[in-house]
Nanobody, 120 residues
Framework: QVQLVESGGGLVQAGGSLRLSCAASGRTLSSYTMGWFRQAPGKEREFVAAIRWSSYYADSVKGRFTISRDNAENTVYLQMNSLKFEDTAVYYC????????????????WGQGTQVTVSS
């Protein structure tokens, strides 16, 4: 059973930075696609970024967010710079076997989420 645990969320002013971490256990996920999604109140869960052999980004975060992974540590990171008020959401880490996908139902495993709040 794969478990994903996110950390690093918090309150930050607009223009600031945060780094989210997602630690995986139960299985080595080096060949998995790892994704970050977010969900704001009253909105659907949306794709943010993903990485397998390449990285992929939503247009809304391209150039500001960077996804990376440390396979030795079975951990994925999301570096978020130039944060905006509209980035406020619960951020979820997810994993899927095989190729990249940007829709939540395609992902097999999910973390519990970490809150990111950006004050304007």
């Amino acid at each position: 059973q794969v478990q994903l645990v996110e950390s690093g969320g918090g309150l930050v002013q607009a223009g600031g930075s945060l780094r989210l971490s997602c630690a995986a256990s139960g299985r080595t996920l080096s060949s998995y696609t790892m994704g970050w999604f977010r969900q704001a109140p009253g909105k659907e869960r949306e794709f943010v970024a993903a990485i397998r052999w390449s990285s992929y980004y939503a247009d809304s975060v391209k150039g500001r967010f960077t996804i990376s992974r440390d396979n030795a540590e079975n951990t994925v990171y999301l570096q978020m710079n130039s944060l905006k008020f509209e980035d406020t959401a619960v951020y979820y880490c997810a994993a899927k076997s095989g190729t990249f996908a940007y829709t939540p139902p395609r992902y097999d495993y999910w973390g519990q989420g970490t809150q990111v709040t950006v004050s304007s």
